[in-house]
């Protein structure tokens, strides 16, 4: 029912449009550069209730082009390891993921598995895995 995009650095007109007339709430990189990505994700996940159903569409040409190569719409300025990383243990922090698709990877041009790798880094983040020891 919302929708929410983060990390987004490049759109046409025709989606442009399509943004504004849907009333999507998007958190472009310069608003991640601005703001930060904490609070991208704050605002975000903030309507999110026990009834929520949450859905990622996990775009992969999402992350900077230097740490994911391997995707087929390459843009620099995308987020870093770190802000991906605390994007995903934000949304799993939730408890509300209920759905996952993984969109964008093409492994005919990464670079020894580099973008494979990290997608699955970042999905295991996505489901509960952490790089800290929290209570």
Known sequence: KWIRQIGIRSVDAGEKKFVHEMGLEVFDMRYIDEMGMRHAMELALATLDDNTHLHVSFDVDFLDPQIAPGVGTVIPGG?????????????????????LDVMELNPALDVRNQTAVLAVDLIESLFGKSTLMRK
């Open 79 to 99: 987020p870093t390891y770190r802000e991906a990383q605390l994007c995903m243990e934000m949304i799993a922090d939730t408890g509300r993921l209920a759905s």
